[in-house]
């Protein structure tokens, strides 16, 4: 299957979401990596520029729960593997969730706690144990503090269930089914919660399957059961879960898609790491998680989504595949569009050529807007967004540094207004590229008669 193609039916798939609004398209926004936008940046990106209405992060984290508050993105939050016996105790629970939850859930719309993730491929006897007692603790803290809507769950690998080739058959290992599933799935029947999963077709790659785990066309995998034929690894995958968890009697608790993806790029021993393939997957994903076809066993369904990963995360450990699973690169451009973006752009416009034989700093540039500071914006807050965007890649600070042509007049607000606008242009002219925390603001007049040229990046940059 051709991209161009493919994009065509993808923006049919968004076209079904936005007029139903009934499935979550979300993202896991990672953070392992040292060049990634302010939360801020990313939550006003994420509510104008996408489609995407929920994230789902690895961890407590104050900044990116606040930046999302007042909007329509719901949150999914995260206790952290360690943390998982000791919260098993009802007021350390209390404690918890008085200390990460109370402080934000009026305001940003925390939907679910994710009690660690893939607990039982960790092997760890004593999380593994106190998963569940866990799990109702942190549910009771809730409804003790008053709050009802907020669902506690946990994500799990495949590695769960067994005989899952023909997924009519696949069942809940041995040794978690009675003894960690039952007394779970019981909870999450109990308190309405959903049973989350992340079902990787790519962790099941191999070439002779290679168009049946990207959703291109196959002769298909055939259940002698049920005499279905599956025409995609996704579609299988997510049947083996509802039959393994319909054996156990539990076939109306719903299912959350926690994490899939896959990556567009890899080391020289990892050929399916390609941009084409991550359109293909990524894409028809998004077209059948909205579609509300739903799979076989399932059928005129939905499903709630979480594609990994947000960004591109370049401090991963490991091969290069790690740090490449991202729709987005830092700067907000998209690795690949399979129609996430409103606007339909997948990269930055293109930078302004250098004018030729102009080799000092300050040339005229005409600009129709301009990102300054607010006027109640601290120099505290000023100086912090000095450092930051002075630490950025690609960024020269050097005009308002001592013999600069910017450095005057010498003060803090002087200074940012400076590097605020050189980021704000650097990064496309776009409204969220001037958020700052709430420190910026886009004017539509000339803050200064500072014109500067950065010509090593061909790039005009108006302060």
Not at 154 to 165: A, E, F, Q, R, W
């Amino acid at each position: 299957m051709t991209t161009a193609p493919l994009y065509l039916l993808l923006v049919s798939a968004v076209a079904i979401y936005l007029s139903t609004g009934a499935s979550a398209i979300g993202v896991n926004y990672g953070t392992i990596a040292n060049n990634l936008p302010r939360p801020s940046q990313v939550a006003q990106f994420i509510t104008t520029q996408t489609i995407i209405d929920s994230v789902k992060i690895f961890d407590v984290i104050p900044d990116i729960i606040h930046a999302f508050a007042n909007t329509n993105v719901t949150v999914t939050i995260t206790v952290g593997n360690g943390d998982i016996p000791a919260l098993a105790d009802a007021r350390a629970a209390a404690q918890w969730v008085a200390a990460n939850v109370q402080p934000y859930y009026q305001e940003t719309k925390i939907n679910r706690i994710s009690v660690g993730n893939e607990i039982l491929a960790t092997g760890n006897r004593l999380w593994i144990s106190k998963l569940v007692p866990c799990m109702w603790a942190l549910h009771n803290a809730l409804v003790q503090a008053g709050i009802r809507n907020i669902q506690v769950s946990t994500p799990h690998t495949l590695g769960i269930i067994s005989n899952s080739v023909q997924p009519s058959q696949a069942r809940i290992r041995k040794g978690y089914d009675k003894v960690i599933f039952e007394p779970m799935l019981k909870f999450l029947r109990q308190t309405k919660s959903p049973l989350m999963v992340n079902p990787y077709p790519y962790f099941s790659y191999a070439p002779s399957i290679a168009d049946y785990a990207l959703f291109r066309p196959n002769r298909g995998v055939h259940d002698s059961h049920t005499n279905i034929t599956y025409y995609n690894m996704f579609d299988a995958m997510m049947d083996a879960v509802y039959s393994a968890i319909k054996a156990m009697g539990y076939a109306d608790v719903d299912i959350v898609v926690a994490e899939t993806g896959w990556p567009s790029a890899g080391d020289p021993n990892q050929p399916a790491c390609t941009v084409d393939n991550a359109i293909s997957f990524n894409g028809n994903l998004l077209k059948a998680v909205t579609s509300g076809k739903g799979t076989p066993l399932m059928p005129n369904r939905k499903f709630e989504t979480y594609i990994f990963s947000l960004f591109n995360e370049n401090l991963k450990p490991g091969q290069s595949n790690e740090r490449n699973w991202g729709l987005f690169r830092p700067d907000f451009s998209a690795v690949y569009d399979v129609g996430i973006l409103k606007n339909k752009q997948s990269r930055p416009a293109p930078r302004p050529a250098p004018v030729a034989g102009k080799k000092s700093w300050c040339v005229p540039k005409a600009s129709k807007s301009w990102c300054v500071p607010k006027a109640s914006a601290s120099d505290q807050a000023l100086q912090a967004n000095i450092n930051y965007v002075c630490s950025q890649k690609g960024m020269d600070c050097r005009p308002i540094q001592a013999g600069g042509p910017c450095f005057g007049p010498n003060n803090v607000r002087s200074h940012a207004s400076f590097v605020m606008n050189s980021f704000y242009r650097l990064n496309g002219a776009r409204p969220f590229n001037c958020d700052f925390a709430g420190t910026g603001v886009v004017a539509n007049s000339d803050p200064s008669k500072c014109f500067i040229f950065f010509s090593s990046l061909g790039l005009f940059v108006n302060t």
